[in-house]
T-cell receptor
Framework: GENVEQHPSTLSVQEGDSAVIKCTYSDSASNYFPWYKQELGKRPQLIIDIRSNVGEKKDQRIAVTLNKTAKHFSLHITETQPEDSAVYFCAARRGGSYIPTFGRGTSLIVHP | TAGITQAPTSQILAAGRSMTLRCTQDMRHNAMYWYRQDLGLGLRLIHYSNTAGTTGKGEVPDGYSVSRANTDDFPLTLASAVPSQTSVYFC???????????FGSGTQLSVL
């Protein structure tokens, strides 16, 4: 089955800095890669996703890149703000499957 | 708009007792899931259902059972709770394969 590794487990940055979270996946048939943000005490919510037919997607300060050859994808947050502090989860899902595989999460702390 | 609703919000349960966690969605999504979230272990899939009438086992199904009698409801039952089932439980739904998950607000369960 699919295996998703996520690094780092904890990331601490100063406000205004950039943050990068990386994930690798094992199943070359995976073609959908969402990222979820979970604030403390809240439910996970999708913040951005990418499909295997594109290499990069941006939404304001957030971007995701995908390297299918190397089987890794990354979340980039620029100009971080304290409200970006949360746990971020990557996931991978193979085509036609209803079941995503999640990484173990990255706790991002943005210091004011 | 209700979306996906879980009940109860929290519960303290004596070991050996049974309990059913409720999950209801009004989005007519085909797929529904139950995850447990434990510190450092991310989101682990317990059971899932691709469509009404079908269920499947996830990564950590032992000690849990589910049913999917209709599209809207996907209850999770602990037949005889054990302390290792202390966790936060999230129900989620997805309209189709390769689409994002919508999470409920979670149930904090403590088994003593």
């Amino acid at each position: 089955g699919e295996n998703v590794e996520q690094h780092p487990s904890t990331l601490s940055v100063q406000e205004g800095d950039s943050a990068v979270i990386k994930c690798t996946y094992s199943d070359s048939a995976s073609n959908y890669f969402p990222w979820y943000k979970q604030e403390l005490g809240k439910r996970p919510q999708l913040i951005i996703d990418i499909r295997s037919n594109v290499g990069e997607k941006k939404d304001q300060r957030i971007a995701v890149t995908l390297n299918k050859t190397a089987k890794h994808f990354s979340l980039h947050i620029t100009e971080t703000q304290p409200e970006d502090s949360a746990v971020y989860f990557c996931a991978a899902r193979r085509g036609g499957s209803y079941i995503p595989t999640f990484g173990r999460g990255t706790s991002l702390i943005v210091h004011p | 708009t209700a979306g996906i609703t879980q009940a109860p919000t929290s519960q303290i349960l004596a070991a050996g007792r049974s309990m059913t966690l409720r999950c209801t969605q009004d989005m007519r999504h085909n797929a529904m899931y139950w995850y447990r979230q434990d510190l450092g272990l991310g989101l682990r899939l317990i059971h899932y259902s691709n469509t009404a009438g079908t269920t499947g086992k996830g990564e950590v199904p032992d000690g849990y059972s589910v049913s999917r009698a209709n599209t809207d409801d996907f209850p999770l039952t602990l037949a005889s709770a054990v302390p290792s089932q202390t966790s936060v439980y999230f129900c989620a739904s997805s309209p189709e394969p390769n689409e994002k998950l919508f999470f409920g607000s979670g149930t904090q369960l403590s088994v003593l």
